[in-house]
């Protein structure tokens, strides 16, 4: 611990007065989420929520991604070894309910590309504030996937039901000026001012009643919970029995094949 802030391998906390950032730091790999990656999300809301030295939180990511999803060996491996995702399952409810648990404004500072779990993670702050060059999507289902771990839960509350099934169904990418068109982020806005505008939206925030915004998102996340308790364990549950499934095995394969003749054909 230094001054307070623990250490993680793949995360990195830093403080500028009274806002925490949380980095999303593996930045060599999009910031893809590993087994320790889901561990340590896990955790970081919990010690940011009883933190006494912050009252507003911020999570990014490091280098030019926000976070490219699922890490490829890691879906390679629960894809070989299924029983080691029920594991990842656990860890995927209780990142869920540690963001919706944190009283504080969570801010996301969309840096750049959200896939998967990383838009999950994206789509449960309060506010999200995207590059233009960003784009966010969740293709579990290309990859023949449930999208349990969350995103069932939280795109529908964004941008209501009928659009949800479209983009979760077919898996497709939106531009950060379209996800603000159609409600599923908060602002779209030139890279160079990303950070003056999330500093600007922070600066508000802190210079805001404490107990009126933490109270005020609390009441407004109650039924979030709701809905996140009555779906997130069967979420999880048919996200395993796909992750089992003959669709996702092939999937894969066929990822890693792409990758193995990509690196095939770079000189040197």
């Known amino acids: 611990m230094t001054d307070s802030i623990p250490t993680y391998g793949t995360l990195l906390l830093t403080r500028q007065g009274r806002r925490l950032t949380i980095t999303l730091n593996r930045p060599e790999l999009l910031n893809a989420c590993n087994l320790a990656m889901h561990e340590e999300l896990a955790e970081v809301f919990v010690f940011a929520a009883r933190d006494p030295h912050s009252d507003v939180v911020v999570l990014t990511g490091a280098g030019r991604a926000f976070s490219a999803g699922g890490d490829m060996q890691h879906i390679t491996r629960n894809a070989a070894n299924p029983e080691l995702f029920d594991w990842e399952a656990r860890c995927a409810k209780r990142i869920v309910f540690s963001m919706l648990d944190l009283d504080k404004p969570l801010v996301c500072r969309l840096n750049g590309h959200a896939v998967g779990l990383g838009a999950t993670l994206a789509l449960l702050c309060d506010t999200i504030y995207a590059a233009d060059s960003a784009k966010i999507g969740d293709p579990h289902v290309n990859i023949g996937l449930v999208a349990g ?120």
């Open 149 to 268: 771990d969350g995103g069932a839960a939280i795109w529908a509350q964004r941008i209501g039901l009928g659009r949800a099934k479209e983009y979760l169904m077919t898996g497709e990418l939106l531009t950060a000026a379209k996800a603000e068109a159609i409600g599923l982020v908060n602002r779209s806005v030139p890279a160079a001012e990303l950070d003056a505008v999330v500093d600007a939206h922070c600066d508000r925030l802190l210079a805001t009643s404490t107990n009126a915004l933490r109270w005020t998102k609390v009441l407004m996340n109650l039924e979030l919970k709701r809905i996140a308790h009555a779906v997130l364990d069967a979420g999880v549950a048919y996200e395993s029995l796909s992750v089992r499934s003959p669709e996702h095995r092939a999937a894969v394969q066929a990822l890693v094949d792409k990758q193995a003749a990509a690196s095939s054909r770079k000189p040197g």
